[in-house]
């Protein structure tokens, strides 16, 4: 990976903790898509050997305290994420577009989920609320934009130089 590359890769990544950690008031603040887990999924997706555990961990722990979750709340989610994600991405890439913006929901929805119940571990179980559900559902309206932005980045730092 060259340079320019790691760079924009962390661009993306800071532009992500930025949107999740954008005050929205106390009605809406539930209400943002999880950009970090779309911006790992994507990097899983189209990673050529994948993205690891250990970086998504990492990330995730960055999360957790930039947005000041529980440690390990977002981690484990989104290592959970990508491990579903994994297990199933050879029969994904065969689904058309419609059901794999379902999957999408899914892993967002299981990310949301994982998050929640690691903080209820701790002992203080988060009230259950409707934003659990919408978040994963304007993460997945949000997917094909962000994999169209993103796609034309990866090709303009992959393209050759003359």
């Not at 959970?80 to 892993?107: C, D, H, N, P």
């Amino acid at each position: 990976m060259t340079p320019t590359v790691v760079a924009a890769m962390l661009a993306c990544l800071f532009l992500a903790l930025v949107g999740s950690t954008l005050p929205l008031g106390p009605m809406y603040a539930n209400l943002h898509p999880d950009y970090v887990a779309l911006l790992v999924l994507y990097w899983a997706i189209t990673s050529d050997n994948g993205a690891g555990y250990l970086p998504v961990w990492a990330i995730g722990l960055l999360q957790d305290f930039v947005v000041g979750d529980m440690p390990g709340a977002q981690a484990i989610a989104l290592v959970l994420m990508v491990f579903v994600l994994y297990t199933g991405i050879s029969r994904v890439k065969k689904f058309s577009s419609w059901e794999q913006l379902l999957f999408i929901f899914a892993l967002l929805l299981l990310e949301q989920l994982a998050a929640w119940l690691w903080q209820g571990w701790s002992g203080v179980l988060p009230q259950w609320h409707l934003s659990l559900l919408v978040a994963p559902a304007l993460g997945t309206a949000l997917w094909p934009l962000l994999t169209f932005a993103l796609d034309h980045l990866y090709q303009y730092f992959h393209r050759p130089r003359t």
